[in-house]
């Protein structure tokens, strides 16, 4: 039994039809488009002879049947970043589908049930928040985090997802919406969005576990001047101060790799005020964003930035405060269902290196309830989020050749 390349293929290109138009491929979550694509999304699921339902949180379930009432999950999500692309999440829930496809054309009857889950919005969404189906169903959220309001119109969380056909009775804090005594595992697809497996020319990456990923906002105050009357040894320039805070960042973190400790400190996101060519920078705001497979080494580190920061503001004559956002903690991946798939990797003859990720995935949330793992593909240039994202339909093939060999072991 194997996946038929060509339809996998095919699937994919049918799934990337849902995008803004302009704006490939772009199908944010709790949108026109999104609906579309869950819509087509559940008819395929019909078709392919599965029991499809949608869960408390909002995720999209399609259910083969096996003989018993064990479980086990696979899935990923088929919502993108703005101008995303075809593959990031949305692999991993259409190999799902031309498994369900295969084991039904085969006659495969497994002894536990297969779920595939579309998780609901998985990206950061107009709510300011990540993985929301996947935290929702977990119980890893908060009853603030379900008053959230859409950036744009104004809907709560809570409000959104009925709208998506979830139940807000059947969640709690702490609750997840799984039988966790009957659910045996979760396995997760996805693209690697690194360089790493096409740069060693490998088939697939097998991922021993998700990076923490912690975030502080941190705000520079000086003082708005003239750019042109303003001598330079008065001046309260935020912009000056944040840029010696953001370059200690990019030091203190070079300083790690001799650890060997997986870590990344990135700001990607800053603002200016009041942002005027001829005008001293009054406040800038920035976003600092780190990832590690150790939270005492995140701790150290901060400690480091955070003593930076405070003779910076000295030097520069301004303040500077942080708050944090969130924090998470590394997910480790199962040793037996890591086994499976290197034993698995070895039998189809792949190329393949066990990998931390970077990237957050629904699959971290998951691990908090039941054993998890992945299976990353590569993608060309190891370019994500973003238009240009690809990967072959022979990459797609072998990993999904992968996960369902692994399937059929697991659940037999």
Request: negative net charge.
């Amino acid at each position: 039994m194997k996946v038929n390349c060509e339809r996998l293929w095919a699937t994919h290109m049918d799934a990337a039809e849902f995008t803004e138009l302009g704006s490939p491929y772009t199908r944010r979550s709790f949108t026109p488009q999104y609906r579309e694509m869950r819509n087509w999304l559940t008819d395929a699921f019909l078709e392919a002879g599965l029991k499809v339902k949608t869960d408390g949180a909002g995720n999209l379930h399609g259910i083969y049947s096996g003989t018993s009432d064990r479980n086990f999950v696979v899935g990923s999500h088929t919502d993108t970043v703005p101008c995303g692309g075809r593959f990031d999440g949305i692999s991993g829930v259409l190999t799902f589908l031309e498994i369900a496809r295969c084991m039904k054309e085969a006659g495969f009857i497994p002894c536990k049930n297969i779920v595939g889950i579309d998780f609901l919005a998985e990206e950061p969404s107009e709510f300011r928040l990540s993985c929301i189906g996947s935290r929702l169903a977990t119980g890893n959220f908060t009853n603030e985090m379900l008053n959230l309001q859409h950036r744009e119109s104004g809907m709560l969380l809570s409000e959104a997802i009925q709208e998506w056909g979830g139940n807000l009775s059947l969640l709690s804090p702490g609750c997840p919406l799984f039988d966790t005594a009957t659910f045996d595992g979760f396995l997760e697809l996805h693209i690697e969005q690194g360089p790493v497996l096409e740069n060693e020319n490998l088939d697939v990456g097998l991922v021993t576990g998700i990076c923490s990923v912690t975030r502080y906002d941190f705000s520079v105050q000086g003082r708005a001047d003239h750019a042109g009357n303003t001598p330079m040894d008065t001046r309260s320039d935020a912009v000056v101060a944040a840029s010696k805070v953001i370059d200690a960042i990019s030091e203190i973190a070079q300083g790690t790799l001799s650890q060997k400790t997986y870590f990344t400190a990135t700001v990607g996101k800053v603002d200016i005020f009041p942002n005027g060519s001829n005008i001293i920078a009054e406040r800038v705001d920035f976003t600092l964003d780190i990832r590690s497979e150790d939270n005492l080494l995140v701790q150290e580190c901060l400690e480091s930035i955070f003593a930076s920061a405070s003779a910076i503001a000295k030097l520069t004559n301004t303040t500077i405060e942080h708050i944090k956002i969130s924090q998470g903690r590394p997910s480790i991946s199962d040793g037996t269902l890591l086994s499976v798939l290197e034993k698995k990797a070895k039998e189809l003859g792949l190329g393949y290196t066990k990998m931390l990720s970077g990237a957050g995935h629904d699959a971290a949330y998951m691990s908090t309830i039941m054993p998890m793992a992945m299976i990353f593909i590569p993608c060309k240039g190891g370019r994500s989020h973003s238009n240009s994202e690809y990967s072959s339909k022979h990459q797609i093939e072998k990993g999904a050749n992968l996960l369902l060999k692994s399937l059929v072991e697991l659940t037999s």
